[in-house]
Structures are given as structure tokens and as C-alpha cells.
């Protein structure tokens, strides 16, 4: 089989890239040829003699509501020329102007449009925000509201679509995508990356002898919702935060100042060391207000972390009693600070939701997800 991928990345450190990466290489296990229609590329790929790179160069555009334009409409080019020399093409979301027979879904624009940057800031995000963060979020808003429009027709257009979470399939049931058309396929994680261990904690500087939470994601954007962290954090006073995320433009900084938790959060910025990371803290936190899967969540529990999230994260469902916490209000703060308190207050509790998470994380290998998504490839082309 003739196989053609479109994303903007095919790579490891990239969540969707992460998933292409994987289904290539179950796709060249299997004897297939993939070309790739991609910004970037792993190295380890474009020298496989089973795999073409057709580069779509981006870089240098100054918005990433640009550059998508730019990659899709260069794409659409290129398709237009040699959609006929493959048995299938593959693309996520509105990425291509150009129809593919499977569009695997990792966010519904419409679904979080619905709640808005502006909606999803709390007051005392508000409260922080400066000029700088207020043009931000209008950007996002723009960006959410155009790729809503885009990804409807491209989702109308394709033969499958891919939902990476039940909660995703039900966004896309809702804007008018098809049952029959609609088929899920979880994310899935390295389980040898990410797995159960201990580390020094000083390597960040973070301090021992206390209860130790971790946060991580895009802390300059609402959506992650550090803001209802730290407020539920104030009533937790024995538990520390770590939280790995760029820190240039975010508020929550100067948020967690004037909560008087500059002492027990501690701002590690952009983290390349995640999996480290997760072996020196005692569970992770990350309760988003809108979350397509959430791959921290199920990273955290292959190295054996119970995990505190909301209903509107994806990976939530992965979640049981017995494996963590799942609050149904991600802006509840005191559900949050009772589920906090929960796990900071008990280490055998911690252990033992650590080993089952694990155990449910060992389900979910990202060759698992990838040979699933070559076996629908196979059977649409049979």
C-alpha cells in the first residue's frame, strides 16, 4: 500500500507528531510505503528507504494561524498533483484543503470555541492579565474560530474520522459527523520512557521532605486551568506544586505572588525532561477545561503517578477510583483542594493508585494505537 501522511510534524516530541511517527513505522513493519508531507521530519524516518519527505516549509511565517495557511495551502498544491499515485491519504483536522480518507481528530475547534478564552478566564486571572495577555487570548479566540470553520468541511470530507478519545468523538457527533464515519483510537504512551522510579528532587531544585504535585502544559493560555490550581492549592498548605511550562507571557506567576504561594509553586519553564521529572514528584494535577486526550495524564500514569483531572480531559477516562482522581467541574476549587488533599495527605494511598495506574497504562503502548490505525488503513483499502 501506497500510504500518504499530512501533519505539520513527524517526530517524537510532538503529540501529534508523536502519533504520525508511530503509525509510520508500524506502516513500513508492514511492508508499505509512506510519503510524508510534512514541515519536519525524524531523521531516523527520512532515511528509511520505505519513506518519502516532501517538505513544506512554514518557518520564518510570524503566526502559527499563518504558517497553517501557508502549510495548507502549499499541501493542497502538491495533492492536487499526486492524490491519485496513493491507495489512502491520512491528515488531522483542517491541516490540508485537499479531502483525505482518514482525518484523525485531535481538537474540535468548535467544541472549545463554545467556551472561549475569554468565558474560561476566571476573575482572578483577569485580575493579572496584562495588555500583552489580553491581545493573546484574542488570538487564540481568532485562531479557535478559524480553524472551527475549516476543520467542519475537511471532517465532512473524509471517509473516516479518527476521534483520539471518546470525548472528542462526542464533540464531533455534535457538530454533525456521522456514527457510521466515526471510529476511536486512544493515544498511547512509551513505556519505557515513562515508567515507575525515584530521582533526586534537587536537580530542580525542588525541596524533599513534603508532598509534591506536578503541573504541566501551556501556562500562558486558560484552557490548562493552573489558575483553579492555585486557588485550590491556598487550602492545601503541606502540598507543593512543580509546574513545567513556558513561563515568558503567562500571569500565573504574578497569580501565585498574590496568593502568597510563591514558597510551595515552583516555575520550572519549559521542560525537555518530563519523564525525570515525573520520578520526583507524588502524583500529577492537571484538571484542563477543554483537553482533545492529554497525553501528560497518561504519561504520569506509566510511571506510576495517580492523577488528578477533570471530566473535560480526554485521558479521564482512563482514570478509575483506584488509579486517581476525576472531578466533574474542572473550575471547582473546593473539589480540587479535597481531591489535593486526598493524595497529599496519604502516601499509601499514593502507592497503591500509582501501581494501578501503571497497570492501566501498559494497555495503551503507542504500538497498540499504531497498529490499530494501520489495520483501518488496511481494511480500507482492501
Not at 473550575?331 to 493524595?343: G, M, P, T, V
Request: glycine share 6%; net charge neutral.
Amino acid at each position: 500500500m501506497k500510504l500518504c501522511i499530512v501533519t505539520h510534524n513527524v517526530i517524537k516530541g510532538d503529540g501529534q507528531g508523536r502519533v504520525n511517527y508511530e503509525i509510520t513505522w508500524e506502516a513500513i513493519r508492514r511492508g508499505h510505503y509512506v510519503t510524508l508531507l510534512a514541515s519536519q521530519v525524524a531523521p531516523e524516518l527520512r532515511e528509511n528507504s520505505q519513506v518519502q519527505w516532501i517538505g513544506i516549509p512554514v518557518k520564518g511565517w510570524p503566526a502559527e494561524i499563518i504558517r497553517n495557511i501557508i502549510f495548507s495551502w502549499r499541501s493542497a498544491i502538491w495533492l492536487h498533483q499526486h492524490q491519485s499515485e496513493f491507495d489512502l491519504v491520512k491528515a488531522n483536522g483542517a491541516i490540508t484543503a485537499i479531502p483525505a480518507d482518514v482525518n484523525a481528530v485531535h481538537f474540535v475547534h468548535s467544541s472549545w470555541l463554545k467556551f472561549s478564552a475569554f468565558k474560561a478566564t476566571s476573575k482572578s486571572f483577569k485580575n493579572v492579565l496584562n495588555p500583552r495577555g489580553v491581545l493573546y487570548d484574542f488570538y487564540q479566540w481568532l485562531y479557535t474560530a478559524a480553524n472551527a470553520r475549516w476543520e467542519k468541511k475537511a471532517f465532512s470530507q473524509a471517509k473516516i474520522v479518527v476521534a483520539i478519545s471518546n470525548q472528542i468523538a462526542k464533540d464531533l457527533l455534535e457538530i454533525g459527523v456521522a456514527p457510521e464515519r466515526l471510529q476511536v483510537i486512544l493515544n498511547g504512551v512509551d513505556l519505557q520512557e515513562f515508567s515507575p522510579g525515584t530521582t533526586d528532587r534537587k536537580i530542580w531544585g525542588l525541596p524533599d521532605g513534603v508532598p509534591l504535585a506536578l503541573f504541566a502544559g501551556d501556562i500562558r493560555i486558560p484552557r490548562k486551568n493552573l489558575d483553579t490550581v492555585l486557588q485550590a492549592l491556598v487550602k492545601v498548605p503541606e502540598l507543593h506544586l512543580a509546574v513545567a511550562g513556558i513561563t515568558e507571557g503567562s500571569p500565573y506567576l504574578q497569580l501565585a505572588d498574590s496568593l502568597g504561594l510563591s514558597d510551595r509553586v515552583h516555575f520550572l519553564g519549559l521542560r525537555h525532561d518530563v519523564p525525570q521529572l515525573m520520578k520526583a514528584v507524588d502524583f500529577l494535577v492537571f484538571p484542563s477545561r477543554y483537553e482533545p486526550f492529554g497525553l501528560v495524564v497518561i504519561e504520569a500514569m506509566a510511571c506510576g503517578l495517580p492523577v488528578i483531572t477533570a471530566q473535560t480531559t480526554g485521558a479521564a477516562e482512563l482514570v478509575t477510583p483506584e488509579s486517581g482522581i476525576v472531578i466533574p467541574d474542572p473550575d471547582d476549587a473546593e473539589a480540587l483542594a479535597q481531591a489535593l488533599l486526598s493524595l497529599a495527605s496519604d502516601r499509601a494511598l499514593r502507592t497503591q493508585m500509582g501501581k494501578v495506574a501503571r497497570h492501566i497504562a501498559e494497555k495503551h503502548s503507542w504500538e497498540r494505537m499504531a497498529k490499530s490505525y494501520v489495520d483501518l488503513f488496511e481494511n480500507l483499502n482492501s
